[in-house]
């Protein structure tokens, strides 16, 4: 038996050694993770997963990151380490990753480490200032913070990565624009052209505005854009024109804007009286980007200060605009004029050097990081067939007929909207009155859209709603202190929103302003087969302004009466195959002074044909109107001042920024793209509980906790007591 029992030991630390090794072995060729958190904040989404396993060029990552810095860079470094090694486990053989080292040692820099950091200023990586404290003491140094990816010949950067927060996101969007901008740029059939208009004139005045350099810029700049197109499969070309000496070239300068510089004579130094041209145009088909090349700056006590833009950036620009010229990205239509908010009319920055928060300059900055915005004017043209989805942004002017035609049709065809409303306009008084603080007025929009949102089967409510969950403002001191609500800008909290919808997963809470309910017509919804969707809708405390506006938070009271609160609607998706608005009636037209010389030739035509005695009645068309659309999808909402630059952050990691993107890429189709940007989170409040909730758990960590302790106490203390009395009863015996 002795023997058997030594050798059953052996047998079995020998099938132990085995089943550890074959583990192993399948760890090896099996490969599993499981990522416990909420969001999987610390696993790649799907489509980082398919853009790294599908990639049919090499593609390197070169991430230069200073090791062992204070937190919580050093958080970010760990997280980056982990989030390239997800990408390998799911990539192909073209994927590739090398963390350089930049960190100096103790003394002097070595050889290695000096040679890297050389090569992350060639990439366009420079160090940057962190804080640290150490023993007490605040302490300044500099840290290398950024990676660059290199796909072919193309190369992308993140200058600098100061938080993980939406790193993967910015990292498989610079993935997918590079795969993009190759394909497109190898279907191109015409060279992108590039053209530095500079006036010789200027040479003589060059030395006078310390631009020494002026008269070696062409030749420089054509050796930066040889070297940028040689990276670009020479897809680019350069000229240089001089306005001074041709004439055509004078005349082509007045299609751009370019800066102009004019001079008085100079006597003393014999230089006449002139004037100049300075300025780079990128172009290709009909689009043109116009490239300041020389800045022009106002110095206190000095005046004046030239500068010539530094080559470097120049090259960064160019890079840049050839995105935008050769359309990488997919296009999303957006309607221009009707009193729409304007993209391009804004600024970010007013007069007096303050912040404008009612330009969309934010919004219009994360769309065209994904997109290719295509305004839509119906004065000048209809709705192109690139765009996937049609963007409307608080209409203030009335639409024709004929431009609801052109709305409707548009979703005939399986196309989606994305409508963004305002059902009141905000009217100054006039200046005389603003001085008895007079308030604006809040006059009802009509636009006629509503009529063709009614049909598809929503209403907007003439009406504000306003919510005691609400945005709370810190008054100054000077005006007394203390805090106010402002019922206007309802604070939608996560029981209230719809996380059942792919795209508002991860969206905790947002903010609303000035928003109106929305109603349905079901009886509409079911005759046009139609799903209606609650993206999200306001508190059970709040309530409704309507009749006479007035938003002066001083004047504003919550209602008495309980009965006077409810929740309701804010936004709507809506899906199905759609019936035209048009359908059974005669098909609107365009009143252009074009048209109705045709419509003149038409009737003379039918006068001719009669007087001929044929029969023109007897001719019939079809296809004219689509009648029942295919299916698609139109997003509601009854606010535009979510697109504003007050509720929108330039970065585009504020809940509310997410979730508006978050929209636009649910109706181009693309909800993996959404799930990935908003599944990590800075806003993620905790879940309410109630009042009762609260009080149970007040008390059960007071009283219950320790109530429990006594009773496992009690119960060890009788369980050993009866052993012992089982131990004493056995040696009686």
């Known amino acids: 038996m002795g023997f058997a029992a030594k050798w059953e030991k052996y047998i079995k630390f020998l099938v132990y050694v085995v089943a550890v090794v074959l583990v192993n072995v399948a760890g090896l060729t099996l490969f599993f993770r499981a990522d416990l958190t909420e969001g999987d904040i610390y696993s790649i989404s799907g489509v980082s997963k398919e853009v790294v396993s599908t990639l049919s060029e090499p593609l390197t990552i070169n991430v230069f990151f200073t090791e062992n810095l204070p937190a919580p860079h050093n958080n970010t470094e760990r997280y980056l380490h982990d989030l390239l090694q997800e990408y390998s486990a799911y990539a192909n053989q073209y994927f590739n990753y090398r963390f350089y080292n930049v960190s100096p040692k103790e003394g002097d820099v070595d050889a290695e480490t000096r040679e ?7 990439y366009g990586i420079q160090p940057v200032q962190i804080q640290a404290i150490e023993e007490d003491e605040v302490k300044f140094q500099k840290a290398y913070m950024g990676l660059v990816i290199i796909h072919g010949d193309l190369i992308e950067r993140i200058p600098t990565i100061t938080t993980t927060d939406g790193l993967e996101y910015k990292l498989t969007t610079a993935i997918q624009t590079l795969n993009n901008k190759i394909s497109t740029l190898l279907r191109l059939s015409e060279k992108i052209h590039i053209k530095l208009f500079l006036s010789s004139s200027l040479r003589q005045v060059a030395p006078y505005m310390r631009l020494e350099d002026l008269s070696e810029l062409p030749n420089a700049l054509e050796t930066t854009v040889q070297e940028v197109s040689a990276k670009n499969y020479d897809k680019l070309a350069f000229e240089y024109l001089d306005p001074t000496t041709s004439e055509d070239a004078r005349k082509a300068a007045k299609n751009y804007q370019l800066m102009k510089l004019q001079w008085p004579e100079l006597p003393k130094e014999n230089i006449p009286a002139g004037e100049g041209i300075i300025g780079l145009v990128m172009e290709h ?7 300041p090349l020389l800045h022009v700056m106002r110095i206190p006590l000095i005046g004046k200060h030239y500068e010539l833009v530094d080559l470097q950036s120049v090259e960064d620009i160019i890079n840049e605009n ?3 010229l050769i359309d990488i990205n997919e296009d999303l239509g957006y309607l221009a004029g009707h009193g729409a908010l304007p ?3 804004g600024s970010p920055m007013n ?3 303050n912040q404008d928060l009612d330009a969309v300059s934010n919004f219009r900055t994360l769309v065209s990081e994904n997109y290719s915005i295509q305004s839509v004017n119906f004065e000048e043209e209809t709705i192109p067939e690139g765009p996937n989805c049609l963007v409307i942004a608080g209409p203030t002017e009335q639409f024709s007929d004929y431009d609801l035609f052109q709305i409707d049709q548009f979703v005939m065809r399986g196309k989606n909207l994305a409508v963004f409303y305002d059902a009141f306009k905000e009217v100054q008084p006039p200046q005389q009155q603003m001085r008895f603080n007079q308030p604006p007025r809040y006059v009802p929009v009509d636009t006629g859209l509503e009529k ?5 089967g929503v209403s907007i409510k003439k009406a ?7 945005y709370v403002q810190e008054i100054p001191a000077q005006f007394g202190g203390g805090q106010r609500n402002i019922y206007f800008a309802p604070i939608i909290k996560r029981r209230f929103i719809n996380d059942d919808l792919p795209f508002m997963h991860n969206i905790k809470g947002l903010v609303a302003m000035q928003i109106s309910p929305l109603a349905l017509n079901t009886e509409q919804l079911e005759e046009n087969d139609v799903q209606a969707t609650k993206v999200f809708s306001s508190s059970e405390k709040s309530w409704e302004m309507k009749g006479r506006i007035n938003l002066n938070p001083m004047f504003i009271r919550p209602p008495e009466s309980p009965d006077a609160y ?7 998706v809506l899906e199905g195959g759609f019936k035209s608005y048009f359908a059974g009636k005669p098909i609107p037209t365009k009143e252009t002074e074009a048209e109705a010389e045709e419509a003149e030739a038409d009737e003379k035509a039918a006068e001719k044909a009669e007087e001929e005695g044929v029969d023109l009645s007897m001719v019939e068309a079809e296809g004219e109107i689509i009648s029942e659309g295919k299916p698609g999808k139109i997003f509601v909402i009854a606010s535009a001042e979510i697109l504003k630059n007050n509720m929108i952050d330039r970065e585009g990691r504020t809940p509310n920024a997410m979730f508006v993107m978050n929209v636009i890429d649910y109706l181009n189709n693309r909800t993996d793209i959404a799930l990935m940007r908003s599944k990590q989170q800075r806003f993620n409040p905790l879940n309410e509980t109630g009042a009762g909730t609260k009080a149970f758990v007040k008390w059960f960590n007071i009283i219950g906790l320790p109530v429990i302790v006594m009773l496992f106490g009690l119960l060890v203390w009788f369980v050993r007591h009866n052993r012992k009395k089982r131990i004493q009863m056995m040696f009686q015996k």
Do not use: C
Not at 116 to 122: C, G, P, S, V, Y
Not at 285 to 291: G, L, M, N, S, T
Not at 464 to 470: F, I, R
């Open 343 to 345: 993209l391009t009319g």
């Open 452 to 456: 063709l949102l009614s049909h598809y």
């Open 351 to 353: 007069p007096m050097g």
């Open 464 to 470: 504000y709603v306003l919510d005691e969950n609400s």
């Open 116 to 122: 890297n950091q050389t090569l992350a200023k060639d």
């Open 285 to 291: 088909k009909r689009k043109v980007k116009e490239i």
């Open 322 to 324: 050839i995105e935008s």
């Open 566 to 572: 409810e929740s309701y609607p804010l936004a709507y």
